[in-house]
DNA sequence: GCTAGGCCGTGACAAATGTCACTGGCCTAG
DNA sequence: CTAGGCCAGTGACATTTGTCACGGCCTAGC
């Protein structure tokens, strides 16, 4: 009743195996070599991006899978909901910017463990060994600032306007690019603005981005 | 005559004395263990922002110093600098944006290597033992880049008026930041966007912070 | 000593952005 | 069936931002 990581195939106890995708090549190599140094893991697997992560995963079904947040193709979140549709097995998060509403998304796909970047390096293997064993971590900090924190109080469209609006798009192309009038994008970034309290929709994107809501 | 990488203190040859830099815990830690890896590499100093990788290359005098770029307190360059007028050694700068004016700068100030983050794992030992050896190393990437790239065309202050836009600051905050009239950073925030080609002042802080000249 | 160029500022104007009020359609919960 | 929320839009308006032309100050170079 422990988990995926004890006696699967040969009698005794055997090493986790472990699936590592980060777009960063550097990176993602350094996490495989100190990884590898704990005895009790195997790397098994690593992808550059969302997309082939899942494949991977698929292919080799790997105890826990780590997956960095920030990827192209699929990012961590979808690449996880992924996985775990497919495949009998656990998700690490990790990430640089530890945002709360992520961490709540995170928590709804199911996902067993989430982690920013600015943990001990010696910290992850344990993180790791207890995601096996079927039981979660999620870095105190980061879950005291997302109870903390409120639910988002902006609407779709609102967060469809906001989430352009992080780059240097001006308010028309934005209307073309959602298929609205200038007005109507100009209400919800305006009604966004109010409810975030920011003085422009580039404040209010900024914010919303923070907080993890887009 | 090779680099200070041979026999400074007894005989024969020894392991290249390496100081790491990065504000992100767990890379730092995992490069740590990749290059501890090495047998002819030794990581005797790590730190989590330049101000302290300053100190700690002057009181351990590595062979070579492998910096992240982006670290709050002293960034990549700014350490190095300061770290090449007091230590006799030598600079590895590694990031995440592979930024054309950066590298320009970088080797403005002495720099040795300059690698991205792309980078394979492999390759870093390479590089790193042709920086002991008193070579240098650029990724052949962003050198092609920063060769096409033209130098920078903007006045200091217009560069300073940029930098402030890539916040979400209001012109007069900037103005008031710069202890200038709100006119005359519009009339500096014109002519970078008109140099520029940009459509707005975000778009010219975001094009000039691509090129690195910011 | 003149001049070119960067720097700092002003004033006037046009365009983009943000605010407000209001209309109407659609859906859902009570 | 109706009150309320979200969606989409319009029009009027104030504010901010971007453009342009201009003047004075200072410094480096000729």
């Known amino acids: 009743m422990r988990g995926a990581a004890e006696t699967d195939e040969a009698g005794g106890p055997r090493g986790i195996r472990l699936l590592i995708a980060d777009d960063e090549h550097l990176i993602r190599g350094a996490l495989v070599a100190l990884l590898n ?3 009790d893991i195997e790397v098994v697997a690593s992808a550059d991006n969302g997309a082939t992560a899942v494949e991977q995963a698929i292919a080799t079904t790997p105890d826990v899978c780590l997956l960095d947040l920030e990827m192209p193709e699929a ?7 992924r996985i775990l549709a497919e495949v009998p097995t656990r998700v690490v998060i990790v990430t640089r ?5 992520v961490l709540r998304r995170a928590l709804a796909s199911k996902v067993s463990g989430f982690v920013p ?13 207890d995601v096996a064993a079927g039981r979660r971590y999620i870095d105190p900090e980061i879950a005291a600032t997302a ?10 469209r609102e967060l469809d306007a906001l989430r352009h609006s992080r780059s240097t798009m001006s308010v028309q192309q934005i209307a073309d690019r959602l298929h609205l009038a ?3 994008v100009r209400n919800y970034l305006s009604s966004a603005m109010t409810k975030l309290d920011a003085a422009s929709r580039h404040e209010a994107a ?9």
């Open 75 to 81: 990012d961590g979140l979808e690449a996880a909901a």
């Open 206 to 214: 900024e914010t919303a981005w923070q907080q993890g809501w887009i």
């Open 117 to 129: 970047k600015s943990t001990a390096a010696e910290d992850l293997a344990h993180v790791i060994r």
């Open 182 to 184: 200038q007005g109507t």
């Open 97 to 101: 910017h530890a945002r709360p509403g």
């Open 147 to 156: 109870l903390t924190a409120e639910r988002c109080p902006l609407t779709d």
């Open 37 to 39: 140094l704990e005895p």
